[in-house]
């Protein structure tokens, strides 16, 4: 049977800099070692995916409109460096803090895995064999959730994420300094074959 691996990838502290509430293209600042790291998983046949929590729509900072610019703005960037991503999902909402019909307990909010069991339908995924890579650990929370394997980065949140491990009972496969050193490792993995083979 044929499926996709992915890697699905968090967008703020991840891929760019975490920016309060980014709400400009101008601001948005390229991670080191982003766009290598993509351009690397590109090339190993992982299907990347971006899912990002981005309630400055719920909170009325952005329009979807807007953010659907900055992401446009993001690609361009990464594939001016030969990174492409495959697709991305965002969740506009926020539980508490939102307008209208925004304001929503929603199931795609991460730490809910809602946007990647829609990727894994919408791009035939096998989720068991596929990555979370993010610098919180409700990144990897909804990655466990569907049986993802979680890289924790130490770039954005991430350093007082990996201060913090001890409250959780999944733990990362990995803990990297970047995107690119959590590229490598995932490049590194290798499918495991009784799951996926039907035979076991
Ligand atoms: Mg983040
Ligand atoms: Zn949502």
């Given at each position: 049977m044929r499926f996709n691996r992915a890697v699905f990838l968090d967008r703020?502290?991840?891929?760019?800099?975490?920016?309060?509430?980014?709400?400009?293209?101008?601001?948005m600042k390229l991670i080191n070692g982003a766009a290598e790291g993509i351009k690397l998983l590109n090339s190993a046949g992982f299907k990347i995916i971006l899912i990002t929590n981005q309630s400055v729509v719920a909170r009325g900072y952005l329009t979807e409109l807007e953010l659907i610019n900055i992401h446009r703005e993001l690609e361009n960037q990464l594939q001016s460096q030969g990174a492409y991503l495959d697709a991305i999902y965002y969740c506009p909402h926020h539980p508490t803090k939102g307008k209208g019909t925004y304001r929503v307990e929603c199931d795609?909010?991460?730490?809910?895995?809602g946007m990647m069991r829609q990727a894994a339908e919408d791009h035939e995924l096998k989720l068991k064999n596929s990555f979370v890579v993010g610098d919180k650990m409700s990144d990897l929370e909804a990655g466990f959730a569907v049986g993802c394997s979680g890289v924790l980065v130490r770039t954005g949140y991430g350093i007082e994420a990996e201060a913090r491990?001890?409250?959780?009972?999944q733990r990362p496969h990995l803990i990297a300094d970047n995107l690119l050193e959590a590229s490598r490792w995932i490049g590194q993995q290798e499918v495991s074959e009784f799951v996926d083979s039907g035979l076991a």
């Open positions: 703020d502290g991840t891929i760019i800099e975490d920016t309060h509430h980014l709400s400009h293209a101008r601001d795609c909010r991460k730490p809910e895995p491990l001890a409250g959780f009972e």
